[in-house]
DNA sequence: CTCCCGATAT
DNA sequence: ATATCAGGAG
């Protein structure tokens, strides 16, 4: 089987099983994304929700989170852990956007990285999904599936990004980063992939235990 | 590489 | 007890 074989088999399947993906993350607009997708470090997108669900009523605006004190902000986002720097990350962006980007979430990749608290993986979330511009998202999921599928050699997550973004058509990016987040999450876990379950299994190297 | 954070699954 | 959860900074 060769290798560009292998890769449509992939994109078939992923396409089947998860027709219509979009972000769990619970947002109305790209701030409330990035900050979402802050707090989503080590944490479960189900407590995000829970969590932003409170914050976006009370803070609108990133002038709001500049305003609120940052010991106010730690109590709001505890539960998504790592909230001393969760909390200082989402108010510096907010500061930064207030200050250098007129209070709009800025589009493009080389203007998120500078954001505090914002990684590559970050900012191809925003942009994938609050701007519609195509981005890899390289987080534990994808990182995980690519080499189990062994579309990298890789382990750094730069590298992985690029690898994928050579194999994978641009126009695919941000679609099939969420697949293989939301394959992840329920069958090719990290602690116990359920791998008689997967529909993948027919064309995944990954030993199916 | 370590640290940050705490809940949950195994 | 330990690994893991939509990572990023120092």
């Known amino acids: 089987m060769t290798k560009n074989r292998h890769i449509q088999n992939i994109f078939r399947i992923l396409k089947a099983t998860y027709p ?20 989503s470090a080590q944490c479960t997108d189900e407590r995000v929700n829970e969590v932003t669900k409170k914050l976006f009523k009370q803070l609108k605006t990133a002038q709001d989170f500049v305003e609120i004190s940052l010991a106010e902000l730690e109590e709001l986002i505890r539960p998504t852990g790592f909230f001393k720097n969760k909390a200082k990350s989402v108010k510096g962006c907010c500061k930064a956007i207030v200050e250098n980007h007129g209070g709009k979430v800025p589009g493009t990749l080389e203007e998120l990285v500078k954001l505090p608290g914002v990684g590559r993986k970050t900012a191809n979330v925003v942009l ?12 534990t999921h994808v990182k995980r599936l690519s080499q189990r ?3 990298t050699d890789n382990t750094d997550p730069i590298k992985i990004e690029m690898d994928l ?18 394959h992840g999450r329920k069958i090719c876990k990290a602690r116990k992939p359920e791998c008689p379950l997967c529909p993948l299994n027919k064309v995944c190297p990954y030993p199916t235990q």
């Open 20 to 39: 219509d993906v979009k972000t769990a993350l619970r947002h109305r607009n790209p701030l409330q994304l990035l900050i979402a997708t802050i707090l």
């Open 128 to 139: 994938g999904s609050a701007f519609g511009v195509p981005g890899v998202v390289v987080d």
């Open 149 to 151: 599928l062994e579309l």
């Open 165 to 182: 973004m050579k194999i994978v058509p641009e126009e695919l990016w941000s679609e099939f980063s969420l697949q293989l987040i939301f």
